[in-house]
Each structure stands twice: as C-alpha cells, then as structure tokens.
C-alpha cells in the first residue's frame, strides 16, 4: 500500500516495488504499534482499577503486558501487511485472534518463569484467566485494531514532506470485493487478482498525492463492481460538479455516495444529468474550453444535450464524438496539458475531430492523467508511449494498473480531479 517514488520513466520498475514494500512495511508496523499500546494501556489500567489502585501491583502488572503487547504488535506486523485493514471483516477476526494468542503466550512465560510446568491443568487456568483484566487487554485491542489501527494506516500510506506546491483534491473509491463482476463491453473476460487490485490501488493513490494532490475517498460500495471507476459519477469544470447519470443500470446506484461527497464540498455548485439522458464521466474529455463527449453504448443524445446545456452558458464548447472502438472516449483517447489530443489509431473513429490529434504506439497508452503543466501519471503498461511523452519534454510517473486495465479501466477511471 505505498505510494511509488517519483521517477524518470528510464529508471527500473523495482524502485517502485521496493519503495511500496517499505512503505507498506511501515504502515503495518506503525498500526500494530498503536493497537499495541491501546491494549497495554488498557490492561495495566483495568489491573490497578482492579486491584484497589494500589501502586504496589505495578511491577508485576507492567512486565506481564508489556510481553502481552510486544506479542500482539508481532502478531498483528504480519496480519495488517497481509492487508486485516482492508475491511472491519477481516481486522475483526485478525484482532481477536492476535489478541487472545498474545494474552495466552505472556501468560504462559509468565508460568514458566516461576518454574511451573504447563500441564493441561495449567492450561486450563490459563485460558480462565481470559476473563477479568485479560478480557479488557483483549477487547481494547480488538476495538483498535478494527477502528483506529486502519486511520493510522492510511496517515503513514499518503503521508508526504510538504513540498511548496499547492495542493489539488482528487475523489477516489476503493475497489469493491467482487470487483471481478464488473462489467465488460469490449474485452473478453480474465481472472482479476483482487490482492493485486487492492496493492494497485493503494499505489495509484499514493502516486497522486506524491505529486500534490490530497485525496478523498468516497464512502466504500463493497457490493458494487464497477465503483472503483469513480470517474464515471462526476465531471468537474472549475467550481461546477456535473453528477452523470451512467448508461449502465447496475451502475446508477453508485451515484448516491458521490453526488454526497461532492456536496459536501465547499465553493462548489452541482448540476446533474437526468433520465432520460445517460452520461459516463469517462466519456468526457475537457480541453482547454472545448469539452469532447463521446457518444458511446454508455452515453446518449439526450446525456449530451443536457451536457451542452450546462456549459454553454459558462463558455464551453461541446463537441459529440462517435464511439464504437471502445467503451468510453477516454479509453480511446486523452489530452496532453498544451491541448494535443493523444490516443490509438485502432480505439478512435474519427481523430480529424481534434484540432491536434498525435497517435501513440500502445493502447495502454491512450490515457494520461494531467498532475501538472509537465507531469503526466500513465499506465506502466505503455513504455514505448512513456518514452515517446517524456522526449516531448514531460515527466512521466508511471503505476501499474494491469488488474484494471482487465476490466477496460484506465488511470483516469480511478479518480475524479478537481480543478
């Protein structure tokens, strides 16, 4: 789960996979470290409460769950780089688990070390002595571990030195659990490792803030495949927010956390697109004050009228672009930040539509996300594109996205910027 280091496109791919174990790595420790000290905390406080708040407890008390602790952040530093913070239902059984094992493992030390021998009468006083005070190191630790180790996590992934850039805020949504449901139009199906997916995830985050950009993420729809291709639910042109409504029905209800999330913005205003008018956020394609709108499977007439409406009274011109080579405009085709229209010759049905239309080598290629006037964010998919951008004078950061580019996502699905 970390973010990859900014590089030149020539520099090896294991940089970036060692920069994310070591991230990862990081936060794993730093979360069970947390948790860790709740627990300790917890129980050396319930024993003294326990015991009359006499001080005289206290060196026997302090060793015995310092051990209990030490064990659990052990146990834990495997769980949460494993991924138990993905979701409460899986730190759930993960703090349980740890967290009975650390008290029965320093209860066991504690026996031996006063030459007891463990026999199954030991052990079963052992495992008594799970209620009362012990009870308290467990039940802090799960509660941690399921609502306050996942925030600490997510602090250590994204956190980045101040670097004197203004920052921008880009919307993101982590990939739903059957994420391998979502649906395909063009592309024949493939198995998607959800682990991979969940990894890729976390890094293309991390990469947008390393450049700048804060991210928000939108409330988790678990049971909804395509909710990771945020793009789709809304357009931003400046302080205006255009919530779509998506050309799929299984995609619709994915608008409702979205719409909620944009709302909660300050300084923005909300426009939406109406039945009967379907409009995907990745069929939108903004350059400069011209806005090209594909009209694809996903995206109709009246989706585009509505579009025109909205935006030509604050100066944009609309322009419709027959699509049948691909699922949305932007997977066929995005715009460099001096307005060259880049994309493959096999994905656009009419590039004489562009004022400047500059064809790439690969079809991973076609997409690029615009992080500033020089820096682009491309799949690492497309070396061949990413020399062909960086001889044109830009930095290209590239993250690997292969499990989403399965599904015909591309790097501008993953997040809605807004600017």
Request: with cysteine; net charge neutral.
């Amino acid at each position: 789960m970390t973010p990859p280091a900014t590089r030149p496109p020539a520099l090896p791919d294991r940089t970036h996979a060692q920069a994310s174990v070591a991230r990862r790595t990081v936060a794993a420790i730093a979360s069970a470290a947390v948790v860790a000290l709740v627990a300790f905390g917890a129980g050396v406080l319930a024993t003294f409460i326990s015991r009359g708040q006499n001080p005289a407890i206290l060196p026997s008390a302090l060793p015995y769950f310092a051990l209990a602790a030490a064990v659990l952040w052990a146990l834990l530093c495997v769980g949460n780089a494993a991924g138990a913070l993905r979701a409460w239902f899986l730190a759930l059984p993960v703090g349980i688990t740890s967290a009975l094992l650390a008290t029965l493992l320093a209860g066991t030390a504690n026996v031996l070390a006063s030459g007891v021998s463990i026999t199954a009468q030991v052990f079963s006083l052992l495992i008594a002595t799970l209620v009362g005070v012990n009870l308290v190191f467990i039940i802090a630790a799960v509660l941690a571990e399921v609502y306050l180790a996942p925030r600490v996590s997510r602090a250590v992934l994204r956190h980045r030195p101040k670097r004197g850039v203004t920052r921008h805020v880009a919307l993101v949504r982590i990939p739903a659990s059957n994420l391998d449901e979502a649906q395909l139009t063009h592309l024949e199906r493939r198995p998607v490792d959800q682990a991979k997916a969940d990894a890729q995830w976390d890094d293309y985050c991390a990469a947008l803030v390393a450049e700048g950009w804060d991210t928000v993420e939108v409330d988790a729809a678990p049971d909804l495949p395509d909710s990771v291709f945020i793009e789709d639910m809304v357009v931003f042109f400046g302080d205006l927010a255009v919530i779509a409504n998506p050309g799929a029905d299984s995609r619709k209800p994915e608008v409702e956390a979205v719409g909620r999330a944009v709302r909660a913005m300050a300084g923005v205003s909300v426009a939406s697109i109406t039945a009967p008018g379907t409009l995907d956020g990745g069929d939108v394609l903004k350059v400069g004050d011209t806005v090209y709108v594909g009209a694809s499977s996903r995206t109709n007439s009246e989706g585009i009228r509505q579009l025109r409406a909205i935006l030509v009274p604050r100066g944009y011109t609309v322009v419709a672009v027959p699509m049948t080579k691909a699922l949305h405009l932007k997977s066929s085709a995005t715009a460099l930040p001096d307005g060259t229209v880049i994309g493959h010759p096999d994905l656009v049905d009419t590039p004489s539509l562009f004022t400047r239309f500059l064809p790439v080598p690969e079809i991973e290629g076609v997409a690029v996300v615009v992080l500033s006037d020089e820096t682009l964010l491309m799949s690492a998919s497309a070396p061949q594109t990413a020399e062909l951008l960086s001889g044109l004078g830009y930095r290209v950061v590239t993250v690997d996205i292969s499990e989403f580019e399965k599904l015909e996502g591309c790097v501008t699905c993953l997040s809605v910027r807004v600017r």
